[in-house]
């Protein structure tokens, strides 16, 4: 038996390390594009910069995982250096933040921005999202074109807006499916409304965000939607220099019941760096 187990360990290297070399990355946006229009795939460009310890884990860990290299197969490639060849499609897309990856489709417009790194599973459950809304956003926008009032599309084109970085659809869609379903009947709003505040977060404006989040937490039905809501304005709460109002967010998170392992450790994690700032 231990023989087996350890030639089926080496099968599994084997096809780890195969399904790695599939993976191609080109070099230029350019021709990324244009191979995307000849076969309709849709390209996923990651922007990187010398010396960064973030980008270097996001290659090889997340993207080297063997999960998200069968994800990636589908789609079209492109890694650009911001730090060398690729700071002007960085400026393009104003990338400020690495590592930054963008889905873009066939007609260059993007679908989607990932900001950040991210372990493998996290990823994987974020580009299956924008892959999904990318391929899923032709058929829903011609719903909501014969049904303005369109809830479930409505929330759907918000959160694909907010992933996009375009805030001005993002808050348009959003307030549109709110004002359509103000009792949540798709049990959508929640999730959205915090993923439009994770977008304005992201471009820091956190005033913006905070009321996204608070309105998140009207339709929250779960102990997990509260939580995230809470914690997230916690974080613009600390960005904007309100220490004391943060501590109060992340103590009401900390007195949800049924609060999850996961939860419960970020919030000491921001409550203990919380208390280290006021020393």
Known sequence: MALLRGWFSVLLLAAALFGAAQVRWGASLEAALQESKRTGRLVLALFVTEGCTWCDRMEKETLADPKVVAELRPLTLVRLDASKDGAQAARNHKVQGFPTLILLNPRGEVEATLLGFEPAGEFLQTLRSAVSDAKARPALEARLAK???DADALCRL???????GNLALARKRIDAAEAADPQDR????????????DAFQAAMRYDDAIGFFQRSLKHARTTDERAYARLSIAACLISKGDDEAAKREVQGV???PDLSDRDRRAAEAMLLGLSGRTR
């Open 147 to 149: 049904d303005p009032k």
């Open 158 to 164: 918000a959160g694909a807006a907010a992933r996009s």
């Open 186 to 197: 798709f049990r959508q709003l929640a999730k959205t409304l915090c993923q439009v505040g």
């Open 254 to 256: 900390l007195s949800l």
